[in-house]
Protein backbone atom coordinates (compact mmCIF):
# COMPACT_ATOMS: atom_id res chain seq x y z
CA UNK A 1 0.00 0.00 0.00
CA UNK A 2 1.05 3.49 -0.82
CA UNK A 3 1.73 5.98 1.32
CA UNK A 4 0.00 9.08 2.08
CA UNK A 5 2.10 11.50 0.13
CA UNK A 6 0.77 14.81 2.43
CA UNK A 7 1.76 12.79 5.88
CA UNK A 8 4.91 14.87 5.07
CA UNK A 9 3.06 17.68 6.13
CA UNK A 10 1.86 15.95 9.81
CA UNK A 11 3.49 18.33 12.38
CA UNK A 12 5.77 15.58 13.90
CA UNK A 13 6.58 14.47 17.42
CA UNK A 14 9.47 13.62 20.00
CA UNK A 15 8.30 12.11 23.36
CA UNK A 16 5.85 13.88 23.32
CA UNK A 17 6.64 17.61 22.34
CA UNK A 18 5.61 18.83 18.91
CA UNK A 19 8.50 19.77 17.06
CA UNK A 20 6.84 22.53 15.36
CA UNK A 21 7.93 24.35 18.36
CA UNK A 22 11.78 23.76 17.74
CA UNK A 23 10.77 24.94 13.82
CA UNK A 24 9.19 28.10 14.89
CA UNK A 25 11.99 29.09 17.31
CA UNK A 26 15.09 27.61 15.01
CA UNK A 27 14.89 30.58 12.98
CA UNK A 28 15.84 33.07 15.53
CA UNK A 29 18.55 31.15 16.63
CA UNK A 30 20.04 31.51 13.59
CA UNK A 31 20.19 35.13 12.90
CA UNK A 32 22.78 36.54 14.23
CA UNK A 33 22.16 39.45 16.60
CA UNK A 34 23.23 43.26 15.30
CA UNK A 35 26.63 44.20 16.94
CA UNK A 36 27.57 48.09 18.43
CA UNK A 37 30.59 48.18 16.56
CA UNK A 38 31.78 50.10 13.69
CA UNK A 39 33.43 46.92 11.57
CA UNK A 40 30.94 43.93 11.61
CA UNK A 41 31.83 40.09 10.37
CA UNK A 42 30.54 39.27 6.82
CA UNK A 43 27.41 37.57 7.72
CA UNK A 44 26.43 40.51 9.67
CA UNK A 45 27.54 42.97 7.49
CA UNK A 46 25.45 41.16 4.88
CA UNK A 47 22.52 40.86 7.18
CA UNK A 48 22.32 44.16 7.67
CA UNK A 49 22.88 44.89 4.06
CA UNK A 50 19.74 42.41 3.01
CA UNK A 51 16.85 44.16 5.86
CA UNK A 52 17.82 47.28 4.48
CA UNK A 53 17.51 47.15 1.39
CA UNK A 54 13.91 45.11 1.89
CA UNK A 55 12.84 47.56 3.88
CA UNK A 56 13.65 50.79 1.95
CA UNK A 57 12.03 48.46 -1.28
CA UNK A 58 8.86 47.26 1.19
CA UNK A 59 8.10 51.16 2.91
CA UNK A 60 9.01 53.15 -0.75
CA UNK A 61 4.81 53.11 -1.81
CA UNK A 62 3.87 53.85 1.92
CA UNK A 63 3.76 57.40 3.16
CA UNK A 64 5.68 58.49 6.92
CA UNK A 65 3.45 57.79 9.14
CA UNK A 66 3.60 53.59 8.18
CA UNK A 67 7.30 53.24 8.53
CA UNK A 68 6.79 52.92 12.16
CA UNK A 69 5.76 49.13 10.25
CA UNK A 70 8.99 48.96 9.34
CA UNK A 71 10.37 46.65 12.50
CA UNK A 72 7.58 44.16 12.43
CA UNK A 73 7.32 44.09 8.37
CA UNK A 74 10.75 43.04 8.33
CA UNK A 75 10.97 40.50 11.16
CA UNK A 76 7.88 39.16 9.51
CA UNK A 77 9.69 38.85 6.24
CA UNK A 78 13.16 37.06 7.76
CA UNK A 79 10.50 34.55 10.40
CA UNK A 80 8.75 33.35 7.14
CA UNK A 81 11.96 33.52 4.98
CA UNK A 82 14.05 31.34 7.30
CA UNK A 83 11.07 29.13 7.64
CA UNK A 84 10.53 28.52 4.23
CA UNK A 85 14.15 27.79 2.94
CA UNK A 86 15.06 25.61 6.09
CA UNK A 87 12.11 23.47 4.55
CA UNK A 88 13.33 22.48 1.71
CA UNK A 89 16.35 20.46 3.84
CA UNK A 90 15.81 16.42 4.18
CA UNK A 91 14.14 15.53 7.19
CA UNK A 92 12.49 18.57 7.71
CA UNK A 93 9.48 20.10 8.61
CA UNK A 94 7.80 23.33 7.06
CA UNK A 95 5.45 25.23 9.68
CA UNK A 96 4.37 27.19 6.71
CA UNK A 97 2.57 24.63 5.28
CA UNK A 98 0.24 24.51 7.54
CA UNK A 99 -3.01 26.60 6.69
CA UNK A 100 -3.40 26.98 10.75
CA UNK A 101 -0.31 28.81 11.38
CA UNK A 102 -0.52 31.23 7.96
CA UNK A 103 -4.21 32.36 8.68
CA UNK A 104 -2.64 32.99 12.37
CA UNK A 105 -0.36 35.38 10.76
CA UNK A 106 -2.59 36.80 8.12
CA UNK A 107 -5.42 37.41 10.33
CA UNK A 108 -4.23 39.93 12.97
CA UNK A 109 -2.41 41.66 10.76
CA UNK A 110 -5.07 41.95 8.17
CA UNK A 111 -6.89 43.42 11.36
CA UNK A 112 -4.75 45.58 12.73
CA UNK A 113 -4.33 47.37 9.44
CA UNK A 114 -8.18 47.24 8.82
CA UNK A 115 -8.41 48.53 12.53
CA UNK A 116 -6.13 51.41 12.54
CA UNK A 117 -7.27 52.55 9.61
CA UNK A 118 -10.70 53.09 10.94
CA UNK A 119 -9.19 54.60 13.52
CA UNK A 120 -7.36 57.14 11.67
CA UNK A 121 -8.95 57.54 9.01
CA UNK A 122 -12.34 56.32 8.66
CA UNK A 123 -13.58 58.73 5.51
CA UNK A 124 -10.82 57.31 3.37
CA UNK A 125 -11.07 53.28 4.53
CA UNK A 126 -14.62 53.18 4.04
CA UNK A 127 -14.23 55.05 0.76
CA UNK A 128 -12.24 52.37 -0.60
CA UNK A 129 -15.76 49.95 -0.79
CA UNK A 130 -16.91 52.56 -3.08
CA UNK A 131 -14.87 53.93 -6.15
CA UNK A 132 -15.74 57.60 -7.24
CA UNK A 133 -17.87 57.46 -10.27
CA UNK A 134 -19.93 54.37 -9.85
CA UNK A 135 -23.54 54.65 -11.14
CA UNK A 136 -26.58 55.19 -8.58
CA UNK A 137 -27.89 51.13 -9.22
CA UNK A 138 -24.71 50.00 -8.95
CA UNK A 139 -23.49 51.10 -5.54
CA UNK A 140 -25.49 48.79 -3.60
CA UNK A 141 -23.99 45.72 -5.10
CA UNK A 142 -20.74 47.30 -5.17
CA UNK A 143 -20.46 47.88 -1.26
CA UNK A 144 -21.14 44.13 -0.84
CA UNK A 145 -18.62 43.11 -3.30
CA UNK A 146 -15.93 45.08 -1.86
CA UNK A 147 -16.80 44.04 1.32
CA UNK A 148 -16.74 40.46 0.92
CA UNK A 149 -13.47 41.21 -0.90
CA UNK A 150 -12.12 42.63 2.10
CA UNK A 151 -12.90 40.18 4.37
CA UNK A 152 -11.47 37.29 2.09
CA UNK A 153 -7.68 39.35 1.95
CA UNK A 154 -6.24 36.78 4.85
CA UNK A 155 -7.80 33.94 3.63
CA UNK A 156 -6.26 34.68 -0.07
CA UNK A 157 -2.78 35.66 1.91
CA UNK A 158 -2.62 32.25 4.26
CA UNK A 159 -4.36 29.73 1.23
CA UNK A 160 -1.72 31.67 -1.42
CA UNK A 161 1.64 30.72 1.45
CA UNK A 162 0.46 27.01 1.74
CA UNK A 163 -0.93 26.10 -1.80
CA UNK A 164 2.06 26.98 -3.05
CA UNK A 165 4.50 25.33 -0.45
CA UNK A 166 2.72 22.29 -0.25
CA UNK A 167 2.33 21.70 -4.24
CA UNK A 168 6.30 22.63 -4.21
CA UNK A 169 6.94 19.91 -1.54
CA UNK A 170 4.61 17.45 -3.28
CA UNK A 171 6.29 17.88 -6.75
CA UNK A 172 9.38 17.15 -5.08
CA UNK A 173 8.72 14.50 -3.54
CA UNK A 174 7.19 12.81 -6.65
CA UNK A 175 10.22 13.87 -8.97
CA UNK A 176 12.48 12.15 -6.01
CA UNK A 177 10.51 8.54 -5.83
CA UNK A 178 10.60 8.40 -9.54
CA UNK A 179 14.08 9.30 -9.80
CA UNK A 180 15.22 6.09 -7.00
CA UNK A 181 12.59 3.93 -8.42
CA UNK A 182 14.40 4.34 -11.76
CA UNK A 183 18.02 3.89 -10.98
CA UNK A 184 17.69 0.14 -11.05
CA UNK A 185 15.90 -0.19 -14.41
CA UNK A 186 16.14 2.93 -16.42
CA UNK A 187 19.60 4.79 -15.22
CA UNK A 188 19.52 7.53 -17.99
CA UNK A 189 16.67 8.31 -17.61
CA UNK A 190 16.83 8.59 -13.71
CA UNK A 191 19.49 10.57 -13.89
CA UNK A 192 17.48 13.25 -16.47
CA UNK A 193 14.53 12.74 -13.67
CA UNK A 194 17.27 13.95 -10.90
CA UNK A 195 18.35 17.24 -13.35
CA UNK A 196 14.85 18.02 -13.17
CA UNK A 197 14.50 17.76 -9.79
CA UNK A 198 18.02 19.97 -9.16
CA UNK A 199 16.36 22.22 -11.07
CA UNK A 200 12.82 22.35 -9.67
CA UNK A 201 15.01 22.60 -5.85
CA UNK A 202 16.33 25.86 -7.55
CA UNK A 203 12.38 26.97 -8.66
CA UNK A 204 11.47 25.84 -4.87
CA UNK A 205 14.06 28.41 -3.34
CA UNK A 206 13.16 31.24 -5.58
CA UNK A 207 9.35 30.48 -4.61
CA UNK A 208 10.34 30.51 -0.69
CA UNK A 209 12.19 33.87 -0.78
CA UNK A 210 9.09 35.64 -3.16
CA UNK A 211 6.20 34.00 -1.13
CA UNK A 212 7.54 35.18 2.19
CA UNK A 213 8.15 38.63 0.15
CA UNK A 214 4.55 38.64 -1.24
CA UNK A 215 3.04 37.69 1.63
CA UNK A 216 4.51 40.49 3.57
CA UNK A 217 4.08 43.14 0.59
CA UNK A 218 0.47 42.37 0.25
CA UNK A 219 0.50 43.18 3.93
CA UNK A 220 1.87 46.28 3.91
CA UNK A 221 -0.46 47.54 1.22
Given at each position: ?29 LWPSPSSR ?45 MNLLGLLP ?98 VALLTTSV ?25
Amino acid sequence: MMANLFDQFMSPTYLGIPLIVLALGLPWILWPSPSSRWLNNRLITLQSWFLNRFTQQLLLPINTGGHKWALILASLMAFLLSMNLLGLLPYTFTPTTQLSLNMGLAVPFWLATVIIGMRNQPTAALGHLLPEGTPTPLIPVLIVIETISLFIRPLALGVRLTANLTAGHLLIQLIATAAFTLMATMTTVALLTTSVLFLLTLLEIAVAMIQAYVFVLLLSL
